[in-house]
């Protein structure tokens, strides 16, 4: 039996593109037998093939009642029925109570709390946002009071353990206080598992956050997310009143018109449910909120890296710097925050970076690469001096005397070498050797003793000539002009 619209589309087919029963079946996914029969049919008529007669036939007025009296499963069903008699199948029972069980109808309980008592909280998901050289998925962290609705949003690029810390302590500090208990569904931050009927497991960062703030974790039942209903009804709000329509420019300029339509708008509303307003009803209920502690909770959470050659250890897909003494270490302590990352080598800190969001950079601090190139430096001193004390034996006695004498002795002997290269060795060692005898000891006054030795050298006089013969005379021989070929004269009128 085929629908009307598969009627229809059999119909046009041969009617306007001239297809053959065959090509209409390929075209259809029919069979050929099927097209031939529908296009013999001058109308649509759907033919019903009369119901057949069933062994259940005489006892589902029983099973209709047995479904009314009780929501029987059909195995259960099945076993009632041949006591009376039945001898059929398991699965003409089967189909039948799914064809004639009433329909099931949920009904939820409104709860109530009292001020202070709990919070609700959850993440949802608002859409793609540009950071840099990549596009990330933006989310943003609900919490709301369930006697006064009042409501607190954040926003983050990442649902992980420290995000989720972080959020709560915020909203902590914006409640200024704590409520009894926090409702939160299974998320992997929260509940290691919670199997049906047994009391879940949480997670230990979780519980310690839990202890601290001095507040106990509710865990909703396994998919029943209208257990926390209220911060499901919230998340919606925020997307239909704050997300319907914001341009995501940045996380932060989201951030801080979330905050403006949360104190203009989300908590000076009148509440659908309560009639009043958030702010209004929470000024009864902060009274009853737990005191924050003295010192807030430390939301790091710390992760076991090493470094690489190029003393880089990675956090999600970005490269951190480290000190270059600490390249291709072991057991280096990542503590990852929402907004920075912090490196330890045992209990020291090593390297502070601000946490990226983008994917595959490299953060590099100007200070960690400093001891790699001081020990080039040191290289290239080593080097130099090995050929300044190749240039004789003084050489060694005047570069003691810089060292004593002078704070930067490796500026004066390069400066002896570049003189060196000018000058001639023997000549820079003989002023090494005089400077030495009056204990001077540096570049300048070798350059001194050069310039002085240089101004009382004798110059050369110029050549004269006093005879005649000495006169420098050039006899030059008369050309051979034989080797040039002889032109014929030309005639001449």
Not at 155 to 164: A, D, K, M, V, Y
Not at 327 to 354: F, N, T, W
Request: glycine fraction near 6%; charged fraction near 25%.
């Amino acid at each position: 039996m085929i629908d009307f619209h598969t009627f229809s589309q059999i119909r046009t087919l041969s009617e306007r593109d001239r297809l053959t029963p065959v090509q209409i079946a390929a075209s259809l996914g029919l069979n050929v037998k099927t097209v031939r029969r529908w296009l013999k049919a001058e109308r649509y008529a759907p033919r019903h093939a009369p119901p057949r007669a069933s062994g259940l036939d005489p006892y589902k007025p029983m099973v209709q009642r047995l479904l009314e009296r009780h929501a029987y499963s059909a195995a259960q069903i099945l076993r009632l029925v041949r006591e009376q008699g039945y001898d059929g199948s398991y699965t003409v029972v089967k189909d039948y109570v799914r064809r004639v069980r009433p329909p099931a109808r949920t009904a939820y309980l409104t709860l109530a709390f009292a001020p202070g008592e709990c919070a609700q909280i959850d993440w949802g998901t608002a859409g793609l946002i540009q950071v840099g050289n990549t596009r990330r998925r933006l989310y943003f962290f609900v919490m709301v009071l369930c006697y006064s609705r009042l409501l607190y949003v954040w926003f983050s690029l990442r649902q992980s353990l420290e995000h989720f810390l972080w959020a709560q302590r915020q909203a902590f500090e914006f409640l200024g206080g704590v409520p009894a208990r926090v409702m939160v569904d299974n998320c992997r931050t929260a509940v290691l598992s919670h199997p049906r009927g047994q009391a879940p497991t949480l997670h230990p960062h979780y519980l310690d956050f839990a202890r601290h703030y001095g507040f106990q974790i509710a865990a909703c039942n396994v998919r029943a997310a209208h257990e926390k209903g209220r911060v499901e009804n919230a998340i919606g709000y925020v997307r239909k009143s704050l997300l319907n329509g914001l341009d995501l420019a940045s996380v932060a300029g989201v951030q801080v018109a979330a905050e403006t339509w949360r104190d203009q708008v989300a908590n000076v509303r009148v509440h659908g449910q309560t009639g009043k307003r958030p702010w209004d009803l929470f000024q009864t209920e902060k009274p009853h909120l737990l005191p924050l502690p003295l010192n807030p909770y430390d939301c790091g959470i710390n992760h076991t890296v090493s470094s690489d050659k190029q003393f880089r250890v990675r956090l999600d897909s970005n490269r951190y710097s480290v000190p270059a003494q600490y390249a291709s270490m072991k057991g280096l302590i990542l503590r990852a925050y929402p907004d920075r990352v912090l490196l330890y080598c045992g209990q020291q800190l090593i390297a502070e970076h601000k946490r990226s969001y983008e994917h595959r950079r490299d953060h590099e601090h100007p200070d960690h690469a400093k001891a790699l190139e001081l020990h080039r430096l040191k290289a290239r001193d080593q080097a130099m001096l090995r050929r300044f004390l190749a240039l004789g034996p003084i050489a060694e006695t005047y570069y003691h005397g810089l060292c004593e004498r002078r704070l930067r002795s490796m500026n004066h002997v390069r400066q002896i070498l570049s003189l060196a290269d000018v000058h001639g060795t023997e000549t820079v060692l003989e002023a090494m050797a005089d400077a030495a005898q009056f204990h001077a000891f540096s570049g300048d006054c070798i350059l001194n003793l050069l310039e002085q030795h240089a101004r009382h050298q004798p110059q050369s006089a110029p050549l004269h000539l006093t005879r005649n013969q000495d006169l420098l005379q050039l006899e030059l021989e008369a050309p051979d002009l034989s080797i040039y070929p002889q032109s014929e004269p030309e005639n001449r009128p």
